[in-house]
C-alpha cells in the first residue's frame, strides 16, 4: 500500500512562535483519518501547508504521491478541499456552481455534464438544479460542497470541519457520502471537533500545542489513554494544553 | 493546455454571472457613467456667467463704442465702468468690482481705418487663475467676434489683444472635463468593483477554494478583469454618447485610439483594484482603500478639475503616478486636439509601464504559500 499523505517532521513557524512542531505520519489510500486538535493545536495551518497554502519551515510532506513544496501544482490538480466556511457561491445555481469547479479542475464538457447529472441525482437536487445554491438548506449546501469537491475524482480529499452547523440527521447522511468516498479509493483527511464523528474514522490523530500527542484507531486510543470515551481522551490530552482556546492559527 | 484554458473560460463564466446577477449593481454601473456625464457637465464648469468689466476708453470713436456695445449687449458681460483713464481700474481690482479691464489705444477707429496694428490692452483679475484665465478668454473671444465682424465688411483689419483659446473655441470647459470624467467612471468600475468583487471571495473563504484549485494567480485574476473590463467598454461608450449628445463634445481623433486607451487604462484600474483587495482583510477596507487610492488622486491630481501646473511642486511630482494624469492628456488629446499616437505615445508608454508593475505586484501577492 502507498502512502496517499506522508508527512515527516513537517514544522511550520511564525516568528518565534511554532504552529506545527515536527509532526510525522502517513495515512493509507482510501483510508478516513481524523485530525483532531483544540482550536489553535495547529490543525489549520499543517491543512494548509498539505494543499499547498503555506510553505513549511522545515520537514517533507507528500500529498497523493507528489511533494508539497517542489510540485505544488500536482498535489492541487489531485486533491479536493472543503473547508469550514462554505465554499460555492450562492448567487450561481447549483448547475452553475458544478460547471465552474469541473471547469477549474479541466473536466471536459461532457464530465461535467455526466458527473454533474450524477451528482444532482444521487443528492435528489433534480428539480433544484437551477436554484440559486443561497436558497437551499445549510444540510443540503454542505452536502453539495461535498460532493462538488469530490467533482474530479481526486486520490485525496481535505474536509476542514465539514459538519459544522448541521443537524445530526444530515451528519449521518455526510458520514455516508464520506464512507463511499473512501470505497471508491479516495482518501480523506478529515477535522472535526465532533467526537462521535472522529468514532467513524479509521485512525485519527489528536494535536495539542503544535504536536501530535496520540495517533491510532478510535479503539486503540481508548485503550492506550485509559478507557473512556473519545471525548474523555480528547479532553484529558488536550487540556494540559498551553495554547488550548485560542484563535485558530 | 486545454484545461488552461478551459480553467479561464470558466471562471470568467463565473464572474459574468456574478456582475449579471447583481441586478441592482449593475443598473448603477450601468447608468451611473450617463448621470455622472450630465451633472458634471453641467455642475462642474469653469465657465465664467457674469464677467464684469471696466473700460478704459481715452478717445471714444465709432470703432470703440461699437465695441463697447458689442459687451454691454452679450449676456455673459456687465459692464461696470467706462472712464477715459487707467487711473480708476487699481481701485476697482483692489475692491474687487471688475473681473478685468479692456482699454483702448487712443485713435482707435483711426487706426483700424489705416490698417495699422491696434493694440488693446486687457487686464485680468488673475486672484483665482482659472476663471481669471477664462474671463481673459471671453472677452478675447467677443473682440475676435468683431474684429471678424469688422473684416468682413471693410477689409483688413488689425486688432491685436492676442488671447486665443485652441482646441476649445467655443470655450466650453465641458469639452475639458469630459475626458477627466471618463477616467473617474472607469476608475470607479474598474479599480473600486473588482477590489470589492475580489475582497468579497476573500471574506466569504471561497477564495482559499480557488488557491487550493489548479488555478493560477494570473487565471484568477484575468478571470476577475475581463467582465468588468467589458462593463467599463460600454460605460465608455454611454459616456462618450452623453457627452457628445447633451454637450456636442467633439471627438475629433481616431476612435479606435480613444477606446484603445480606455481599454488600456481600465486595465491599469483592474490590476490596481485586484492588488488594493490583495493587501486589505476585508470588504470595507478594501472599498475605501479603492476610494482613497483611485477616486481621489484621479479627480484631483489628475488635472481634470485642477491644472498641474497650478498644483505646488511636491503635488505636481506625486501627479506622476496617478495613473488618471495620463490618460487625461490621451482622452483631450484625441477628442479635442484631434492628434494621434505620435503625439501620445509617452503617455500610452506610461500607462503600459503602470499596467507591467502593477499586473506583477499583483500576481505577486497572490503568492499565498509565502503568507
Redesign the interface.
Known amino acids: 500500500m502507498t502512502a496517499a499523505i506522508d508527512v515527516h517532521e513537517l514544522t511550520r513557524r511564525f516568528g518565534d512562535f511554532t504552529a506545527v512542531d515536527s509532526i510525522t505520519f502517513d495515512v493509507q489510500e482510501g483510508e478516513v483519518f481524523g485530525f483532531l486538535g483544540a482550536n489553535g493545536a495547529g490543525k489549520t495551518t499543517a491543512i494548509r501547508m498539505l ?5 513549511p519551515t522545515s520537514g517533507q510532506a507528500s500529498v497523493a504521491g507528489f511533494d508539497v513544496l517542489t510540485h ?2 500536482d498535489v ?2 489531485h ?1 479536493g ?1 472543503m ?1 469550514q ?5 450562492g ?2 445555481t447549483v448547475r ?1 456552481n458544478i ?10 464538457d461532457n464530465e461535467i455534464r455526466d458527473r454533474g447529472n450524477a451528482l444532482i441525482a444521487e443528492l435528489q437536487l433534480e428539480s433544484n438544479s437551477d436554484d ?1 445554491v443561497a436558497s437551499l438548506p445549510l444540510g443540503w449546501k454542505q452536502k453539495l460542497a461535498f460532493s462538488v469537491a469530490m467533482l474530479h475524482a481526486p486520490a485525496v480529499v481535505f474536509l476542514d470541519e465539514p459538519t459544522g452547523g448541521v443537524d445530526p440527521i444530515t451528519r449521518r447522511q455526510f458520514w455516508e457520502m464520506i464512507y463511499a468516498a473512501a470505497e471508491r479509493r479516495t482518501t480523506v483527511f478529515v477535522t472535526t471537533h465532533y467526537m462521535d464523528e472522529a468514532e467513524y474514522c479509521d485512525r485519527v490523530s489528536i494535536m495539542v500545542d503544535g504536536r501530535i500527542a496520540a495517533m491510532g484507531s478510535p479503539a486503540e486510543l481508548k485503550q492506550q489513554l485509559g478507557g473512556g470515551t473519545l471525548d474523555e481522551v480528547f479532553v484529558r490530552l488536550a487540556r494540559p494544553a498551553a495554547r488550548a482556546g485560542m484563535a485558530s492559527t | 493546455m486545454a484545461s488552461r484554458s478551459s480553467a479561464l473560460r470558466a471562471f470568467v463564466l463565473k464572474e459574468t454571472r456574478h456582475i449579471l446577477r447583481d441586478r441592482q449593481t449593475l443598473v448603477i454601473l450601468l447608468l451611473l457613467p450617463v448621470a455622472m456625464v450630465v451633472l458634471f457637465g453641467f455642475a462642474l464648469r469653469n465657465d465664467v456667467t457674469n464677467v464684469r468689466i471696466a473700460v478704459v476708453d481715452p478717445t471714444p470713436d465709432h470703432a470703440t463704442i461699437a465695441l463697447r456695445s458689442r459687451f454691454a449687449g452679450n449676456p455673459r458681460f456687465t459692464v461696470v465702468a467706462v472712464s477715459p483713464s487707467t487711473r480708476d481700474l487699481e481701485s476697482l481690482f483692489r475692491r474687487g468690482a471688475a473681473d478685468i479691464a479692456l482699454v483702448f489705444p487712443s485713435g482707435f477707429a483711426g487706426r483700424l481705418a489705416e490698417g495699422s496694428p491696434a493694440n488693446l490692452l486687457l487686464i485680468g483679475d488673475a486672484s483665482d487663475p482659472n476663471s481669471g484665465s477664462a474671463t481673459a478668454a471671453y472677452t478675447g473671444a467677443v473682440i475676435a467676434h468683431y474684429r471678424a465682424d469688422v473684416g468682413a465688411t471693410s477689409g483688413a483689419v488689425q486688432i491685436v489683444p492676442q488671447l486665443r483659446m485652441r482646441f476649445n473655441p467655443t470655450l466650453e470647459s465641458v469639452n475639458l472635463f469630459v475626458p477627466g470624467l471618463i477616467a473617474l467612471v472607469l476608475t470607479l468600475v474598474t479599480a473600486i468593483m473588482t477590489a470589492i468583487s475580489l475582497s468579497r471571495e476573500k471574506e466569504r473563504g471561497t477564495l482559499e477554494i480557488l488557491l487550493v484549485s489548479p488555478l493560477r494567480p494570473w487565471q484568477i485574476i484575468m478571470g476577475k478583469v475581463l467582465p468588468y473590463l467589458l462593463l467599463a467598454l460600454a460605460n465608455v461608450v454611454t459616456a462618450l454618447l452623453a457627452a457628445s449628445l447633451v454637450f456636442h463634445v467633439p471627438i475629433r481623433g481616431s476612435i479606435t485610439l480613444l477606446i484603445g486607451a480606455s481599454v488600456l487604462y481600465s486595465m491599469v484600474g483592474l490590476a490596481l483594484g485586484v492588488l488594493i483587495a490583495a493587501l486589505t482583510s476585508s470588504q470595507r477596507a478594501a472599498m475605501l482603500g479603492a476610494v482613497a487610492g483611485t477616486m481621489l488622486p484621479n479627480t484631483l491630481l489628475s488635472g481634470m478639475i485642477f491644472p498641474i501646473a497650478s498644483l505646488p511642486g511636491w503635488l505636481r511630482v506625486i501627479t506622476y503616478v496617478v495613473p488618471a494624469r495620463w490618460f487625461i492628456v490621451v482622452a483631450r488629446g484625441v477628442m479635442l486636439q484631434g492628434v494621434g499616437v505620435v503625439y501620445l505615445w509617452r503617455e500610452l508608454a506610461v500607462l503600459v509601464l503602470m499596467l507591467a508593475i502593477l499586473l506583477i505586484a499583483a500576481v505577486r501577492s497572490f503568492r499565498p504559500r509565502l503568507a
Open positions: 494543499t499547498g497554502l503555506l510553505v505544488t501544482e492541487k490538480r486533491i478541499y473547508s466556511r462554505f465554499s460555492l457561491y448567487d450561481l452553475e460547471t465552474l469547479y469541473g471547469g477549474i479542475y479541466g473536466l471536459s440559486r
